[in-house]
């Protein structure tokens, strides 16, 4: 049993540094100060002469105790894989061509995180009542929320990840969702470095 739980937490940690991996081939990874804070703050290297630099993801551990205050507003989990993900690095906001990953930006806990899932009041306000939690957007800029679908969790305690039409929320009212995006945040996770191996070739 104790061999299984090693193997699969070991498992585990080979896909999320594929996935953080994964960013650099899907993403340009600019870093501007005036347009990307969060991305000028894990920069790389020293601005070029237009004021461009690169950033990279940083692996920062945070205490899973500083879940709470977020789970509290959110009255969810995350799903397994995202917790141990936002637990273990920090990252701005990147498009993964499906879809684009809301930052958890640098600090020692995930008030920041918090802040990027509510910072558009008009989709919180929609999206938390319905049993929606925005992790993410439409690729590019698409501005529909990608989000976890609370009200479906599966035997893992994953979720169906789906995209939910924005125009419908703040124009209407009314949620809609527009696609299922993959069946669980996993699957999402593997498409993507699926995707991104294959950009390699």
Same mark, same amino acid.
């Given at each position: 049993?104790?061999?299984?739980?090693? &193997?699969?937490?070991?498992?585990? &940690?080979?896909?999320?540094?594929? /996935?953080?991996?994964?960013? !650099?081939?899907?993403?340009?990874? *600019?870093?501007?100060? $005036?347009?990307?804070?969060?991305?000028?703050?894990?920069?790389?290297?020293?601005?070029?002469?237009?004021?461009?630099?690169?950033?990279?993801?940083?692996? %920062?551990?945070?205490?899973?105790?500083?879940?709470?205050?977020?789970?509290?507003?959110?009255?969810?989990?995350?799903?397994?894989?995202?917790?141990?993900?936002?637990?273990?690095?920090?990252?701005?906001? @990147?498009?993964?061509? &499906? #879809?684009?990953?809301? *930052?958890? =930006?640098?600090?020692?806990?995930?008030?920041?995180?918090? *802040?990027?899932?509510?910072?558009?009041?008009?989709?919180? !306000?929609?999206?938390?009542?319905?049993?929606?939690?925005? /992790?993410?957007?439409? =690729?590019?800029?698409?501005?529909? =929320?990608? +989000? #976890?679908?609370?009200?479906?969790?599966?035997?893992?305690?994953?979720?169906?990840?789906?995209?939910?039409?924005? $125009? %419908?929320?703040? +124009?209407?009212?009314?949620?809609? @969702?527009? *696609?299922?995006?993959?069946? &669980?945040? $996993?699957?999402?996770?593997?498409?993507?470095?699926?995707?991104?191996?294959?950009?390699?070739?």
């Amino acid at each position: 049993m104790e061999r299984a739980l090693v &193997s699969s937490l070991m498992a585990d &940690s080979d896909l999320l540094v594929q /996935f953080i991996s994964s960013f !650099e081939k899907l993403d340009d990874m *600019a870093a501007i100060r $005036e347009t990307n804070p969060i991305a000028w703050e894990l920069r790389v290297g020293e601005p070029d002469q237009f004021g461009w630099t690169q950033w990279r993801p940083r692996k %920062e551990m945070v205490h899973a105790e500083l879940l709470a205050p977020v789970y509290a507003k959110l009255q969810a989990r995350f799903p397994p894989f995202y917790e141990r993900l936002v637990l273990s690095y920090k990252w701005a906001e @990147v498009d993964l061509s &499906s #879809f684009r990953l809301l *930052a958890n =930006p640098p600090g020692k806990d995930l008030y920041r995180l918090l *802040a990027e899932i509510e910072r558009d009041k008009g989709l919180w !306000e929609s999206l938390i009542p319905a049993g929606y939690i925005q /992790f993410g957007k439409g =690729p590019d800029i698409d501005y529909d =929320p990608v +989000c #976890f679908d609370i009200k479906s969790p599966t035997k893992l305690r994953d979720y169906r990840i789906v995209k939910i039409d924005h $125009e %419908e929320i703040l +124009c209407n009212n009314r949620i809609k @969702v527009v *696609a299922e995006v993959a069946p &669980s945040f $996993e699957q999402l996770v593997r498409q993507t470095i699926e995707r991104a191996n294959s950009s390699d070739k």
